[in-house]
């Protein structure tokens, strides 16, 4: 890719687009069209030469920069606004629903029996399940099968006796040598006909917690038996913190009744080693416009931040004492939308509806809220993911939603490179409809200098681009060892861990990767059974974790669906 040849003094961003300076290092960006997210309208892409058959088009910060695969609108963008109504439309055209970070959610899964289907002696029901024709695997209500109890129900947890290696789904039936075993599966509780989120997934060294509609459910990682007794909330659950606190605190919030203005505004912590309540608090509305109709969580060390429409309000997660509030600043700047962690980000939305309206990012001080520095974004840009926050590395579209464009950040705020790739990127952002959910993506990793992205693939293996944080430059790329697509999961280790999706018929993997040396070879350390793939593949709307050797997949919405009985989560090892 030719570079400009010249470059603005520093903070200027974005010459006039017929003479794009260069940035200070590596080149600031490459606007493309936004990635994809569940429940947005897609469109159909033209077809492309090839991974490397893009224009170049100048970008925010002034370097020319590609186009990329989708056409798809973003994420609704502009902090400071309440959400729009939800949506819920198929995946996108020529994807099919062979990529679980493509899927659509459970809502719009076909209800209309199609056929039955019979896996290691359970009866399941069979409907349709994408644009690919793929059957979507639902336990029937009946028969059951001889030996199953109540105890493997997470509506009935029983009391966490008896035998919880037992398989009474004979999910394991068949296994062949070298596949893993399933080391319990758990069906999801009743939810309603409009169905329901079931947001978090959160392991322990003991215990997998999982949220589902009104309830927190607990379950011994290696044999499934209850943890600790189900809790259950007065509400359905609206938002929860994504990550854990240092010593295994999370913060759940739920609806403030049954209409249809109910707010989610009623915080709950809990601990993940007992299921012990906490403190509990009222989410109040901030000014005129700044409700908590809907709200976003995240946790940095001892500090929980709640994101309103307009403003943040920060507790200490151990006490629910009232730390701080983010309110309006500089220019008419709101800030509704923040991201956490190792550091806790804020972007705001300045000057709307102005000659001067623009998204400013800033770090905040955890303690105090106090700004640590300030990130102008460009007039016409709206940030709309945070892929992390240690490094920075923002996700941003343009106004016309044509573009895309990943900015990585230095520690005083200043830019540092920008993504100049002409990969067409495939990761999954907004499996909710909360428009200030700045961590909502999967299928991406970062560590201190690599951001690892999914290229897209229509049908058969995809690649995991590495892309160098100094440079913005693609350092190497890996191709799926299998017919399905690849997604990144985390980095441990100084190793890449990815999950090879699960086909129809062949169960997934979980590979690693090196991260360093001249060799980037895919090794399985987990082979998922064949016996069921059928209903691994059919988690479409999910999440998705890799801890101690033990994978782990879990729905992150029910579909209410009254005729079959939902999947909730799985867990597979050795």
């Known amino acids: ?284 509305d901030g000014g005129l416009f700044d409700s908590a109709l809907s709200i976003g969580l995240s946790v940095t060390g001892k500090t929980l931040m709640v994101g309103r429409s307009e403003s943040g309000i920060a507790y200490d997660i151990d006490t629910g004492k ?15 939308a923040f991201a956490g962690g190792a550091k806790l980000i804020s972007v705001a939305s300045c000057g709307a509806g102005s000659s001067t309206e623009h998204d400013e990012v800033q770090e905040l001080d955890p303690a105090t809220g106090k700004a640590r520095w300030t990130k102008s974004i460009p007039k016409g840009w709206t940030v709309d993911h945070a892929y992390s926050v240690d490094p920075v590395v923002l996700y941003m579209t343009d106004s016309d939603h044509k573009h895309w464009n990943i900015s990585t950040l230095k520690s005083d705020g200043s830019v540092r490179s920008q993504v100049d790739s002409k990969a067409a990127f495939a990761p999954s952002c907004g499996s909710s409809f909360i428009d200030n959910d700045l961590q909502s993506c999967q299928g991406v990793a970062v560590d201190a200098s690599t951001l690892y992205l999914p290229t897209d693939a229509t049908t058969g293996a995809n690649q995991i681009v590495a892309i160098d944080l100094a440079t913005g430059k693609e350092k190497w790329r890996v191709k799926s060892p299998a017919d399905e697509s690849m997604l990144p999961v985390k980095v441990e280790g100084g190793k890449l861990l990815a999950y090879v999706d699960a086909s129809y018929d062949a169960g997934g993997q979980i590979v690693s990767v090196p991260t360093t040396g001249s060799s980037h070879a895919t090794t399985k350390l987990l082979q998922m059974p064949a016996g069921t793939a059928q209903i691994e593949s059919s988690f479409f709307s999910r999440d998705i974790d890799y801890v101690d050797g033990r994978f782990y997949i879990s729905s992150t919405r029910l579909n209410g669906n009254d005729d079959t009985k939902e999947k909730l989560m799985l867990a597979y090892g050795k």
């Open 1 to 284: 890719m030719t570079q400009p040849p010249e470059q603005p003094p520093s903070g200027g961003y974005g010459a006039p687009p017929n003479q794009p300076p260069q940035p200070p290092s590596g080149g600031f960006g490459a606007p493309v069209p936004p990635q994809p997210g569940y429940g947005y309208p897609q469109q159909q892409q033209p077809q492309q030469p090839g991974p490397y058959g893009y224009p170049q088009q100048p970008g925010p910060y002034g370097q020319p920069q590609q186009p990329g695969p989708y056409g798809q609108q973003p994420p609704y963008g502009g902090y400071g606004y309440p959400p729009p109504p939800p949506q819920f439309t198929p995946p996108p055209p020529g994807g099919g629903s062979r990529n679980p970070f493509k899927g659509r959610p459970a809502l719009v899964i076909a209800a209309a029996v199609a056929g039955l289907l019979v896996v290691g002696g359970t009866v399941w029901a069979v409907t349709g399940g994408g644009d690919d024709k793929k059957p979507v695997a639902e336990k029937s209500d009946s028969p059951r099968p001889s030996g199953s109890s109540t105890a493997d129900d997470p509506a009935n947890p029983g009391d966490g006796s008896g035998d919880g290696r037992s398989d009474p789904e004979n999910l394991n039936e068949g296994r062949k040598s070298g596949e893993a075993k399933v080391l319990w599966y758990k069906e999801a509780p009743d939810a309603p006909g409009s169905g329901a989120d079931a947001p978090g997934m959160w392991i322990t060294g003991k215990t997998a917690v999982k949220a589902a509609y009104k309830e927190l459910v607990a379950y011994n990682v290696g044999n499934g038996n209850p943890t600790w007794p189900t809790v259950t909330f007065p509400q359905k659950i609206c938002a929860v913190t994504p990550a854990k606190s240092d010593d295994g605190k999370i913060v759940v919030a739920y609806e403030s009744g049954v209409s249809d203005n109910a707010k989610c505004n009623q915080l709950q912590q809990l601990d993940l080693s007992t299921g012990a309540k906490g403190w509990t608090a009222v989410v109040p």
């Open 322 to 336: 009232k730390l701080f509030e983010k309110k309006k600043y500089g220019a008419a700047c709101f800030p509704g």
